[in-house]
């Protein structure tokens, strides 16, 4: 709040907002800021990511989720984000409170992308920021509303979502790697713009390869199997698409089919927070793989996989047909997993199991450490 515009001076045209993809039906200055309301009911905040695109200079248009057909039921089955909280103040005809941060931290990026339980958990994307970071996330409040935003956020827009209004937007590049519209999304008119002196904000491209911070897709996946006994490090490639199609790379401790199964299912079994996290294509492999070299993750593939014996294919399971990655991949995504373990195979010969691989030719991470241990004594900084 070292600077702020109110009244004739709100121009949201002042930030130079980049034309994101060549198709795209106009510049989207929300693509990385996070969407802020608050629950009617309990006041709870929810933050999410939902793009948001000039309409004029005062005015944005927010897709919370999807079209948003006026008259429709709060369905807080679906969320309780920005598209609950309005669509309920708006069935007691009042406006919605909004605030847009633009240039947060990276970390609330992610958390406000994610499926958090905001219902129950006070400020939720707050306050799993913090404790994932260790230390609170610092708050401010508004200018024109009593909305908490992120003190640190270089830029923030704050005004309403009127009750009723809507407009169209799009189309814009998904992160899915196609383009999309909407012909009814939410309005919102913008009263107050805040920044910190000389503002720095960043936005994100959504190509077949979305520049969204895939390390931290990777550590979320990883926490969410860091109980199973078996798994020793899990990676979400960074060169593939975010949306439901996500790869995901399993190293594991496994001797034994029995132990692979046992693995599939917890994998399949697992919560992962909504369809854009869900991995579709799992991939596991022993431990002694590099899996964050696709080269040698594919060979293990190529070489280690039997198509009729190793890869399993779970059911898909509709349930909320009527959001948008439903509509191409069902509510519950099926999903493939390819066993490219060696060590799990065995073949009966002369009535005993014998492996079906000999030892991987490649330098083991023991010798790789003891080499790189000794890099001084070589003269090598």
């Known amino acids: 709040q070292e600077v702020v515009h109110t009244g004739d001076e709100v121009d949201l045209y002042q930030f130079p907002t980049p034309w994101w993809h060549e198709l795209d039906g106009g510049q989207y200055i929300g693509t990385t800021g996070g969407v802020i309301t608050a629950d009617p009911s ?11 695109m000039i309409k004029d ?9 999807g079209s948003h057909i006026v008259g429709e039921a709060p369905d807080r089955r679906g969320g309780y984000g920005a598209y609950t909280h309005v669509l309920e103040n708006e069935a007691q005809g009042k406006a919605t409170p909004v605030a847009i941060a633009l240039g947060m931290d ?14 129950s958990l006070r400020h939720a994307e707050y306050a799993i920021a913090g404790a994932w970071r260790g230390e609170p996330v610092e708050l401010g409040k508004c200018v024109t509303s009593d909305l908490l935003v992120p003190a640190w956020a270089e830029i923030v827009l704050e005004g309403e979502i009127p009750a009723y209004a809507r407009t169209a937007e799009g189309p814009h590049g998904e992160s899915q790697g196609f383009y999309s519209s909407n012909s009814q999304v939410f309005v919102m008119n913008v009263k107050c713009i805040t920044h910190r002196k000389n503002p720095i904000g960043y ?3 959504c190509g077949t390869r979305e520049d969204f911070p895939k390390f931290l897709i990777s550590t979320f996946a990883r926490a969410r199997l860091a109980a199973h006994p078996n798994v020793t490090d899990v990676h979400v490639p960074e060169g593939v698409g975010a949306g439901a199609g996500t790869y995901l790379i399993v190293a594991a401790r496994v001797d034994t089919t029995r132990e692979v199964e046992q693995l599939i299912d917890a994998i399949s ?17 022993d431990d002694d793989c590099d899996i964050r070299d696709w080269d040698e993750v594919l060979w293990r593939v ?3 996989v039997m198509p009729d014996r190793d890869i399993r294919i779970t059911p898909r399971i509709f349930r909320l ?35 079906l691989v000999e030892p991987v030719n490649k330098v083991s991470k023991e010798l790789m450490a003891r080499i790189e241990a000794r890099w001084p004594q070589y003269g090598i900084d």
Not at 57 to 65: D, F, V, W, Y
Not at 106 to 119: H, I, K, Q, W, Y
Not at 335 to 354: C, E
């Open 42 to 52: 309990t006041g709870y905040i929810n933050m999410g990511i939902y793009r948001a």
């Open 57 to 65: 200079k005062n005015t944005l248009s927010i897709q919370a989720r």
């Open 106 to 119: 990276p970390l609330l990026t992610f958390v406000a992308g994610r499926s958090v339980p905001s219902e």
């Open 203 to 205: 936005g994100l491209t």
């Open 269 to 285: 079994t697992t919560e992962w927070g909504g369809n854009q996290l869900r991995p579709r294509w799992v991939i596991i492999v």
């Open 302 to 304: 190529a070489v280690g």
């Open 321 to 355: 047909a009527h959001e948008p990655l439903a509509q191409l991949h069902g509510a519950k995504t099926s999903a493939v997993f390819i066993d490219a373990t060696f060590r799990s195979k065995t073949a009966m010969v002369d009535g005993q199991a014998v492996g």
